[in-house]
């Protein structure tokens, strides 16, 4: 490791190699992606332990974390009989009791812990055949000359210790040592947050909170600077989003205006039922979006079963209208085929037959690929639907005017810039389900316009959603089939929706696991294969057509299969997730799913909605083993006590621990927020989102706020720039 230069001579743009050496510094870059002193200097300690009371030798409680002066008596250095490596074992001792410290493949210790040296030695008493112990203590050992002060002593051990998070090959020590490095030879550092800012919001200045939230001297410093970090970061990245907006909203657009005959007058007045008031405030929105000359870039967020394909079928519409062509990216086979067959039928043989909507997927044989792209290309397909497909170099428009993102968060940053280039800067409009709380929508969608459809379409029968706890209740599961072919006799569908494929293979639907779910499963989650197994040797399936739908078939037996169901051929379908969003069977009237507490919150909420979409009356059935008292059972149990999905979004955000709440996939990888939690900081992020637009007002290009401009660029590399960019 290089040696810390003089203070002053590093910023937050040094090269690691440069400030710490080049082993160091990959090695670093290897575990965790960072090259420069910023970079490292923001990875914030994970949480602070306390060294605790100095306690004596002879009153050590057992299990508890302790501190104590002590001497060190000898060390000796073993290899372990059971497998490779060495056990160095130290005895130290206070007057009052002898205490073993050991360490495990950590020889270089002896030459540290020589008896005679005294110091003061931290961590969790264990006890190893009788004799109490500290496994891997954090110590510090005393200068030759001279004793040290009770005072000293007192102040070292009730400074908080910073614990990073690690890694296998680099732990939270050397972490520590390398940042303490970092800190010696940092500069002065431009503050992004003004003055005036910082003073009426009581924070640190930015070195200061960097010095206190890695070298706390009590609990206030730390907090203060954490605080201080938020804040700052929430500023950064608001200011980034806003000043996005601006700069979106100065790029030339070709105005798209729909025409009084045109086919969306045709398509409204053939519609058989009227628009909700959602509906048509959403699409006016849309429509003075549409007619600016700058591109939009709005996000509509629904309830399930709201109509928000109607909505953006009427914008694609109004594009078409005014001679572009519109391009929906859906992010699954199955759904592109489905929003297809049913994008179709919305608009009748006549229109259909005029507009020529057209698949374009990576299953499509190579003569259907073909004759689609050049539908395309000529101009002749006015409405495209596909799923990354779309955005091959193959595939050209004639004139694009509008790109609809589905589910915008299953999609990667680059696949929608891409598909975004195939046209002179088209208008984008963004479709989601999943319910998303004003400060997440604040901190994720800043540099969008937000439209919400909560009102549901007349005529919906609605769900009913119970509870199956197979650990209080484990008699209840036989009841779950019993109420499944009650519903088939009654000439209706269900689906019975699973975890994994087989018993050794999850999904990957790109969403990520809750939080309580860990990789130590005790029970292997219920998978399609082995349910299905059971439902067709079941007699009261008897002569049922009871199918598999996963994200491994092809995707012709996929589009059959979902043909079929769709059709009143199939009884029961058995499926992974890839039946969460756009299904839409309105016979279908049950969902069971097993090991329900296998999934997060919006997706049974997305899943639930797959039920109860025509007259037919819904019930899901969430069967799940978690154990009562659990924040497993809690989220389940959530699920079931509210249809209402922004209510459900909510909590939601209250259950999740502390860690990732927007997940990598929607915040665009190593974009993700480093201290700021929007389940905690809403109040936060709203203030620091007014100061950052009185800022962005006056100041679009931050040419007077060169700090804060540099804080920009630092916080978005390039792969979080393009999550802002491209959103």
């Not at 409204?268 to 048509?280: I, K, M, R, S």
């Not at 919906?460 to 006799?489: F, K, M, Q, S, Y």
């Not at 309580?516 to 299905?532: I, N, T």
């Not at 709203?686 to 100061?691: I, K, L, M, S, W």
Request: proline share 5%; glycine share 10%; with cysteine.
């Amino acid at each position: 490791m290089a040696e810390a230069e003089a203070s002053g001579s590093f910023t937050l743009d040094t090269r690691l190699t440069g400030a710490l050496g080049g082993r160091t510094a990959q090695a670093i870059e290897r575990a965790f992606g960072y090259r420069t002193v910023g970079d490292l200097l923001a990875h914030y300690p994970r949480r602070y332990a306390l060294r605790g009371e100095l306690t004596a030798l002879a009153e050590l409680p057992l299990g508890e974390n302790v501190t104590i002066v002590a001497d060190v008596l000898e060390v000796r250095v073993r290899e372990m009989r059971q497998r490779r490596g060495s056990i160095l074992e130290a005895k130290i001792s206070d007057g009052t009791g002898i205490l073993t410290l050991t360490f495990f493949n950590q020889k270089w210790r002896e030459n540290d812990l020589r008896p005679g040296r005294r110091g003061i030695f931290a961590g969790k008493v264990g006890d190893y055949r009788g004799n109490r112990q500290l496994a891997h203590p954090d110590y510090e050992l005393f200068e030759d000359q001279g004793p040290q002060t009770d005072a000293a002593a007192k102040r070292w051990a009730e400074s908080p210790i910073a614990i990073y998070p690690a890694t296998s090959t680099l732990a939270s020590w050397q972490l520590a040592k390398s940042i303490e490095l970092l800190l010696d030879g940092l500069g002065e550092l431009d503050d992004p947050v003004p003055v005036d800012v910082r003073a009426e919001s009581s924070l640190a200045g930015f070195r200061e909170a960097l010095r206190l939230v890695h070298r706390p001297e009590r609990e206030s410093d730390w907090k203060r600077a954490r605080r201080t970090l938020r804040f700052m970061e929430a500023y950064v990245l608001q200011t980034a989003l806003l000043q996005r907006r601006a700069q979106m909203r100065t790029r030339p657009a070709m105005p798209r205006r729909a025409t009084d005959d045109g086919t969306l007058a045709r398509f409204d007045a053939a519609l058989p039922f009227a628009l909700t008031g959602d509906q048509v405030a959403v699409g006016a929105e849309i429509t003075a979006d549409l007619a600016q000359a700058h591109p939009m870039n709005r996000l509509v967020q629904g309830e399930v079963g709201s109509g928000k394909t109607l909505v953006a079928l009427r914008a694609m519409l109004a594009v078409v209208d005014a001679g572009g062509q519109a391009a929906l990216l859906a992010p699954t086979e199955v759904l592109a085929g489905q929003h297809l067959r049913s994008i179709a039928k919305m608009l009748g043989p006549d229109l259909a037959a005029q507009l020529v909507p057209t698949l374009v997927t990576g299953q499509l044989g190579a003569q259907d690929r073909r004759r689609a792209m050049l539908r395309v290309a000529a101009g002749q397909a006015r409405i495209v639907v596909g799923t990354h497909a779309l955005i091959g170099e193959k595939v050209s428009f004639a004139d694009l005017g509008l790109v609809v993102v589905d589910e915008q968060h299953r999609f990667g940053v680059e696949q929608r810039e891409a598909l975004r280039a195939k046209g002179e800067q088209p208008h984008v409009l963004v479709l989601t389900a999943t319910p998303i709380p004003r400060t997440v929508a604040m901190t994720v969608f800043g540099d969008l316009d937000i439209s919400t459809i909560t009102e549901l379409p007349a005529g919906r029968a609605g769900i009913e959603t119970h509870v199956v706890p197979l650990a209080l209740r484990p008699g209840w599961r036989p009841r779950v089939w019993d109420r499944l072919a009650e519903e088939l006799d009654l000439g209706r569908q269900g689906f019975v929706v699973c975890p994994a494929i087989d018993p050794k293979a999850l999904e990957d639907d790109g969403e990520t696991m809750p939080d309580d779910v860990d990789d130590e499963q005790p029970r292997p989650g219920a998978s399609v294969v082995e349910v299905h197994a059971e439902l067709v040797a079941h007699p009261r399936f008897d002569g049922r057509s009871v199918e598999l739908l996963h994200g491994r078939m092809a995707a012709d037996e996929k589009d059959r299969v979902m043909r079929a169901f769709a059709a009143g051929e199939i009884d029961v379908l058995v499926a992974t997730t890839v039946i969460e969003v756009g299904v839409d069977v309105p016979n279908a009237s049950v969902m069971v799913v097993v090991d329900a507490d296998r999934f997060g919150v919006s997706q049974l909420h997305q899943l639930r909605g797959r039920v109860g979409r025509g007259g037919v009356p819904g019930l899901c059935l969430l069967v799940t083993h978690a154990e009562p008292g659990s924040v497993a059972l809690e989220r389940v149990e959530a699920v079931a006590a509210t249809l209402d999905g922004f209510e459900l979004a909510r909590v939601d955000l209250e259950l999740r621990r502390e860690g990732d709440v927007l997940g990598a996939t929607q915040s665009g990888g190593r974009s993700s927020l480093r201290l700021l939690r929007v389940a905690r900081d809403g109040d936060l992020i709203t203030e620091a989102r007014g100061y950052a637009s009185a800022v962005v007002d006056d100041d679009p290009t931050l040419a007077a706020h060169p700090a804060l401009d540099a804080a920009v660029r630092r916080r978005l590399d390039d792969e979080a720039s393009g999550y802002l960019s491209k959103g």
